[in-house]
Nanobody, 127 residues
Framework: QTPLVESGGGVVQAGDSLRLSCAASGRAARIYAMGWFRQAPGKEREFVSA????????DYADSMRDRFTISRDNAKNTVYLQMNSLKLEDTAVYYC????????????????????WGQGTQVTVTS
């Protein structure tokens, strides 16, 4: 069973909004920090956003800081990524990731520090 399952992707027009969800189960549900990464065709996977276990610490890639919002509901073992004012360059497969931590405030921008990954959800932004 896949411990992380993303949903909410789709095809939207530039300027529209989408909310991605990532549901954790099993061992991944006990993981502390969560992150979102994305990979566009022909490009390397890049950091999008991260949130600590307690939710007090969040971080974003510079190009998304004013448009995306990450949040989590630990009671539901779910993390969300609200994406507003989508641009053509936001087209990518978006991946959810989970990482073990002993800190309520730790998170990481580094993909190699995450232990579990979802299978990804496609986001396509059209003009």
């Amino acid at each position: 069973q896949t411990p992380l399952v993303e949903s909410g992707g789709g095809v939207v027009q530039a300027g529209d909004s989408l909310r991605l969800s990532c549901a954790a189960s099993g061992r991944a549900a006990r993981i502390y920090a969560m992150g979102w990464f994305r990979q566009a065709p022909g490009k390397e996977r890049e950091f999008v956003s991260a949130i600590s276990w307690g939710g007090s610490e969040t971080d974003y890639a510079d190009s998304m800081r004013d448009r995306f919002t990450i949040s989590r509901d630990n009671a539901k073992n779910t993390v969300y990524l609200q994406m507003n004012s989508l641009k053509l360059e936001d087209t990518a497969v978006y991946y959810c990731a989970a990482a073990q931590s002993s800190s309520w405030t730790w998170y990481s921008r580094q993909a190699h520090e995450y232990d579990y990954w979802g299978q990804g959800t496609q986001v396509t932004v059209t003009s």
